[in-house]
């Protein structure tokens, strides 16, 4: 019984799938879910990375804001979101101001760690049964999400990723059944990480909000 109720990351990464609309809309109520499920699932390896867990939900607490709040429709999807916030300059595009928490720059944010979580998986998955987490890690995040951090928060996150279990016992936290089985489950769960990660991209790029202050 216990067993069935553990926390399992598939459901989480399933939430990266169910937000992909057939027209290549991203519907924002999946796209949270899946950062709350990652979130806890990254609280459930230690308190070493609370502070990753209190800059992340601060940034989900402001999405849901926008979402319950007098403009929610136009939070539907990503892509309502940016042109809601473009046509009416709700974004500060140059530094920060008095949008500084646009759902455009918020997202921004998340997208960038999608990058990180996408090379992250795809290490996870192909590495030998002995390899260090911690290594996988901190390569997959300086190949992406480090360039736009601080020299402070780069040294915190690093420091933080020794602390994360080797890869048997990081599949075993992840709770997606044996290791064969898991590798399996995230070589059908990264291709939708792909898909959300390469539409944001786009739309982001079309827009020219790659570098959103
Ligand atoms: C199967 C593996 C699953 C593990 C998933 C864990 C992912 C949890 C979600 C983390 C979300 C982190 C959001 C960070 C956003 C960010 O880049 N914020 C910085 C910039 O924000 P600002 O508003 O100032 O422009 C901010 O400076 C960040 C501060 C905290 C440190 C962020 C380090 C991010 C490392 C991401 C990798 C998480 C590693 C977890 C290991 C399991």
Same mark, same amino acid.
């Given at each position: 019984?216990?067993?069935?109720?553990?926390?399992?990351?598939?459901?989480?990464?399933?939430?990266?799938?169910?937000?992909?609309?057939?027209?290549?809309?991203?519907?924002?109520?999946?796209?949270?879910?899946?950062?709350?499920?990652?979130?806890?699932?990254?609280?459930?390896?230690?308190?070493?990375?609370?502070?990753?867990?209190?800059?992340?939900?601060?940034?989900?607490?402001?999405?849901?804001?926008?979402?319950?709040?007098?403009?929610?429709?136009?939070?539907?999807?990503?892509?309502?979101?940016?042109?809601?916030?473009?046509?009416?300059?709700?974004?500060?595009?140059?530094?920060?101001?008095?949008?500084?928490?646009?759902?455009?720059?918020?997202?921004?944010?998340?997208?960038?760690?999608?990058?990180?979580?996408?090379?992250?998986? $795809?290490?996870?998955?192909?590495?030998? $049964?002995?390899?260090?987490?911690?290594?996988?890690?901190?390569?997959?995040?300086?190949?992406?999400?480090?360039?736009?951090?601080?020299?402070?928060?780069?040294?915190?996150?690093?420091?933080?990723?020794?602390?994360?279990?080797?890869?048997?016992?990081?599949?075993?936290?992840?709770?997606?059944?044996?290791?064969? $089985?898991?590798?399996?489950?995230?070589?059908?769960?990264?291709?939708?990480?792909?898909?959300?990660?390469?539409?944001? $991209?786009?739309?982001?790029?079309?827009?020219?909000?790659?570098?959103?202050?």
């Amino acid at each position: 019984m216990a067993e069935t109720q553990r926390f399992s990351l598939t459901e989480v990464l399933d939430s990266f799938r169910t937000c992909l609309t057939d027209q290549g809309d991203i519907l924002l109520e999946h796209y949270l879910n899946g950062w709350k499920g990652l979130i806890k699932f990254m609280n459930s390896l230690g308190s070493v990375f609370s502070f990753i867990s209190k800059d992340a939900v601060g940034k989900i607490q402001i999405m849901e804001n926008y979402r319950i709040g007098e403009s929610s429709q136009q939070y539907l999807t990503l892509q309502s979101m940016v042109k809601y916030e473009m046509e009416n300059k709700l974004v500060d595009l140059v530094q920060r101001s008095e949008n500084w928490d646009s759902g455009c720059r918020t997202i921004l944010r998340l997208h960038r760690v999608l990058r990180w979580l996408q090379l992250f998986l $795809e290490k996870l998955q192909i590495a030998s $049964e002995d390899s260090k987490t911690s290594v996988l890690c901190t390569e997959a995040y300086n190949d992406s999400l480090a360039c736009h951090h601080t020299w402070i928060v780069r040294k915190a996150a690093t420091v933080a990723f020794y602390a994360l279990p080797t890869r048997v016992a990081f599949f075993e936290a992840m709770n997606m059944g044996t290791t064969e $089985e898991a590798v399996a489950k995230l070589g059908v769960a990264l291709p939708f990480l792909s898909k959300v990660f390469d539409i944001t $991209e786009e739309l982001y790029r079309q827009h020219n909000l790659l570098d959103l202050p």
